[in-house]
């Protein structure tokens, strides 16, 4: 047994050493989900300090209303994959449509499609809340916004699936395929 730390970079990256033609952009991808879900949990442990609990007041594309929480996670999860120029479009259970990339950030050849914060209506309740992710490869044509025939692939053509569980501790887990 080795006495070094495994951080979650250093293990994604070993992973990533295992495919000798990766890029290392599903690597920078899954970094770029790993801090928006530190961001998160930040958020949902000062919660019941800063008001962010409760109704935001709308209703999202489930008929479910929306909590301050979720508005607050889909906004972060954005603006920490909007950047990172590994995505062609986005999908998220608090929006109806698919969220294309902003022009001023390059496209990439995936797709990640997320619950930002799922269980969010029993954060009052102290149950565990957390966010849901897949990422799949773009199949429209390359150096174009995405489409919706990105987004609505079949879970069999996910790359990776994963989970944020926050509460006491924050939890990321991931399969890309083993296991």
Known sequence: ???????????????????????????????????????????????????????????????????????????????????????????????PDLIPIPEEFPLGKY??????????SNIEANVSIGTIFGIYIRVSPGGRPGKMEDLLQPGYKQVCAGYVIYGSSTMLVYTSGSG
């Open 111 to 120: 797709v990640c499609v997320f619950d930002p914060l799922d269980g969010s």
């Open 1 to 95: 047994m080795s006495n070094f730390v495994m951080t979650l970079n250093r293990h994604i990256i070993e992973q990533e050493r295992k495919y000798p033609r990766a890029t290392g952009e599903f690597t920078a991808l899954l970094t770029d989900i790993a801090l928006a879900a530190k961001i998160v949990s930040y958020n949902v442990n000062k919660a019941g300090l800063v008001n962010i609990l409760g109704s935001a007041g709308a209703i999202n594309v489930h008929g479910e209303s929306q909590k301050k929480l979720d508005v607050l996670a889909n906004e972060i999860m954005l603006k920490s994959l909007y950047p990172g120029g590994k995505l062609c479009a986005l999908g998220s259970e608090e929006e």
